[in-house]
């Protein structure tokens, strides 16, 4: 990916300083100083973020929330670990409030846990539920939208609930059926 990076920037310096090569160091640096102005936007949004997931969590907002979603979760990843549940609610529940960042701790506990007792489908089933990308808020995206110009940041967010949730109906269908025939070919081996 960084070879492809640096071909696209020196392609793209070679025909600006072909063209205009006057034009080549001001245009550098007002693309720096949108890349370090987004950064800072979206660092502001990730810590508002944040801040409301540790006020939520000190709140017992969060703990409500994956209470809520335990049991749907112990039937996903097919466990009884009560920790590694408890880390797989907080990811999920975290993910749902679009918080990506934020969640990637917990789900990263919630995996180790998982795999510590051998339970590759819960490790499949919560990868697939984490990247279908369903969140109720995706702020990111609004953010990005937002710091942009759009009109209207927030005209994406049905198409992208639909999308997500589509993504997580494949998702977990091909998990299902991808583990369900791993155990019809196990038992015909045996």
């Known amino acids: 990916m960084n070879i492809l990076f640096v071909a696209v920037f020196a392609a793209s310096s070679a025909a600006l300083l ?3 090569a006057a034009a080549f160091l001001p245009a550098l640096l007002a693309g720096a100083g949108k890349g370090v102005a987004l950064g800072l936007q ?4 990730w810590a508002v973020w944040l801040g409301f997931l540790h006020v939520a969590e000190d709140a017992g907002i969060l703990r409500g929330l994956s209470r809520a979603v335990r049991p749907l979760t112990g039937r996903l990843l097919r466990t009884k670990n009560e920790a590694a549940l408890g880390q797989a609610a907080v990811n999920l529940s975290a993910n749902l ?6 969640a990637t701790p917990a789900g990263t506990q919630a995996m180790r ?3 510590e007792e051998g339970n590759a489908f819960g490790e499949a089933m919560l990868f697939v539920i984490g990247c279908a990308g369903v969140q109720i808020f995706p702020s990111s995206v609004i953010a990005l939208r937002a710091a942009a110009g759009a009109a209207d940041p927030y005209d994406v967010y049905l198409p992208i609930l639909l999308a997500s949730l589509c993504a997580l109906a494949v998702g977990v269908s091909l998990v299902l059926l991808a583990y369900a025939l791993k155990k019809r070919l196990r038992k015909r081996s045996a």
């Open 18 to 20: 072909f063209k205009d």
């Open 42 to 45: 979206l660092a502001a949004v």
């Open 97 to 102: 409030l679009g918080m990506g960042g934020a």
């Open 113 to 115: 846990l998982l795999g």
